[in-house]
């Protein structure tokens, strides 16, 4: 099937789209591990930095926020500093809380993770399961009757937390077919989320839901028509991780494979799926398109620390590079920062370089990989058209910046590409404040643009050696008059 990835991203529903469930705040704590505890055989966490934000059905609403959705929150919290915490952080999104009710009888629900760069240490989890008491039900009742007024779509985010009681699901699919409702459930009974028009569960809520495991294909499906059966919906779509997602239908059985990405963290990516679905859904996309569209959404998230933001931009610079227009990992100067801001959290080293690269040849790739070696996400500063024009004379550069920027993003060495306009790119370095400047070996370091501002924060300044190889101007000369030859007498990869 071919999908016009771009003008999906242009059909997601801008509405206003209710968010129901269990709200609760998620906090990251990161640092390293290099010993041992002396009392106790336990690694000990050298603490560097700590995030909070808002989790479950608020993420969720906090991410159709993002992708330009009206987001309405409607859920149960206490009366508490984290409530405080997460009310104002949601709130920061656009999202609007007003029906969330703090009940100073339960605690807001807070997960905390500890994380060794990457890699999860330990959870901690701070909560109440029962379910809410009959007041705070009927109240939540009627704010959810006035809030589906002019609502676009529903999602339902169920974390067996106490909020989805059966009253509280009656009411909060109870427009049914009119408009699309999407859940992310848990345990079992479907039937108690008629009204829906697709659940998601990943694959271990599947096998929690029939009660078996579910292995092979074939399982998957039956689970699926199963469930379909029990809860009346138009389609269950099983979040497959690695694999993708499979779409069950009354029609049929389809697999939408994902596209393979280094993961880092699978926090938050359920809840992109659900938000993704529902402004899908919403803006009119059939069942498949979303569904393609919300595996793209969890493959952005997953190779983000934390719950991962989702942007509309983002998600249109994934879609463009899935239509062979724009490879995704070019990027505005904004998620640069944001992305050497995670690797950070995360214990990473951001390396930034720059240049024209005009022509890539071998002397580039030899930098760029030998960049690479020297912490754990490179960022290229790319010169745009009009700066190299300016640096480089009439006739330069030989191809267009986005071809030239296609081209760095498809090396494995490269994480992001960010092209600017200046004639330096100081202005990306004092942004992104890498943890090591690259440059060529043929530059000292008092000409290196930004080094002492590197330096003076604790970064380091890397010159790469040389590489004998033919440059961007002899290749030129050449391909121009082929008598001329290629390969000079020594040539560093820097003529660019």
Known sequence: MSVDWVALVGRLSRGRVLVVGDVMLDHHIWGDVDRVSPEAPVPVLDVRGEERSPGGAANVACKIAELGGQAMLAGVCGRDEAARLLLDAAAAFGVDCSAVLEDPGRPTTVKTRLLARSQHLLRVDREVRDPISGPVEEELERRLARALDGCAAVAVVDYHKGTLTEAVLRAALSRGKAIPAVVDPRGSGYGRYRGATVIAP????????????VRTEREI???????????????????????????VTHESVEHVPTVPVGVYDVTGAGDGVTAVYTLALAGGAALREATELANLAGGIIVQQLGVGRLSREALLRAASARSGQLVGKVVSLELAVEAARRVRLGGGKVVFTNGCFDLLHPGHVYLLNEAARLGDFVIVG????ESVRRIKGPGRPARPELDRARVLAGLASVAQVVIFDEDTPMRLIEAIRPDVLVKGGEYEESQIVGASFVRSYGGEVARIPLLEAPGTSEIIAHIKTPSVSAVPERRDWRDQ
């Open 202 to 213: 990943n694959h271990r809520e599947l096998e929690a839901a029939v009660g078996h495991p």
């Open 221 to 247: 499906a039956e689970a699926g028509r199963r469930l379909l059966k029990e809860s009346e919906a138009a389609a269950i779509a099983v979040k497959r991780g690695r694999e993708g997602i499979t779409l």
């Open 382 to 385: 790319l010169n745009s058209d």
